[in-house]
């Protein structure tokens, strides 16, 4: 069985680093999966600000569970060079933090070519980042994305396989539904390559994102499935309520924030965050793993 550990988005509660660890203390959360700072995205920070941010985790007892960086995040035909260049920085940063994580992605591809003409570039980048995190204690956690290599459950596969034990999977519910992709098929075939959820459920019709157990994201059945695995796992909610700083830059043009646009639903963005948190705890007491 695994031993459950709560981690969260939090710049999706708005404010900084301060205003992001009292709504993660709030709603029972022990670690961050830092994205939005008070310095802009972490993707960006230098190790100065590292450790600024370390000493502030560090005196509130926030852990770190991976870095949400941007990374893998642009086209294929993009120059990667300049893109690795920045990832090397990433790497420092996330030891500075004390994670042995990065969350990643594998490059946009223009949804008017063939993804498979892209296949072996997308492997040598993702070769390449992922050796050289490891080489530096850290893994590459790849997320399944919409519009990337690897949206789908065969391509992710085919990455996970292709890159065994240099690279990890990230399990991402919503990007799933949101490509038509069936959540527990998916689960069920790249199970041994996952180590870690995003905790977010989503509709197909229409593609919106929901709180965790509204959606048809099998959320419940995917906490009970992913229970079988021993030792720590991390859960890292990811709202996606209500549009916050940075969405718009995390995203294509028709991602989720043209779909929360007009989503007044929520009063703040802290109360979306603390209605998915109690989404969230709500789904583990019926899966019965909490």
Known sequence: MADFLLSAFADEAGGGILSQIEALKANGFTHIEPRGLDD??????????AKALKKVLNDNEIGVSSIGSRFGKIEITDDFDEHFEEFKNCVEIANILDTKRIRMFSFFVD????????????????????????????????????????????????LYRTL?????????????????????????????????????????DGGQVRPAGKGDGEIVELLRRFNKK????????????????????????????????????????????DVAANALHSCLSEAGVN
């Open 40 to 49: 802009g995205n972490i993707s960006d920070y230098t190790a100065e600000q």
């Open 164 to 204: 065994k034990d240099k690279m990890l999977g990230v399990f991402d519910p919503a990007n799933f539904i949101q490509s038509g992709v069936k959540v527990l098929s998916a689960y069920d075939l790249l199970e041994e390559y996952i180590d870690y959820l995003h905790i977010k459920d989503c509709i197909y």
């Open 111 to 158: 949804e008017d070519d063939n993804k498979a003409d892209y296949r072996d570039e997308v492997l040598e980048r993702l070769d390449k980042m992922s050796s050289y995190s490891l080489k530096h204690g850290v893994w590459c956690c790849h997320e399944n994305e919409k519009g990337i290599y690897g949206e789908n459950e065969h391509e992710c596969l085919d």
């Open 230 to 273: 021993d030792g720590a796992r991390f859960l890292t909610l990811e709202p996606h309520l209500k549009v916050f700083k940075g969405l718009s830059a995390l995203e294509k043009e028709g991602g989720q924030a043209d779909k929360l646009k007009n989503d007044f639903t929520y009063g703040s963005n802290r109360e979306a965050f």
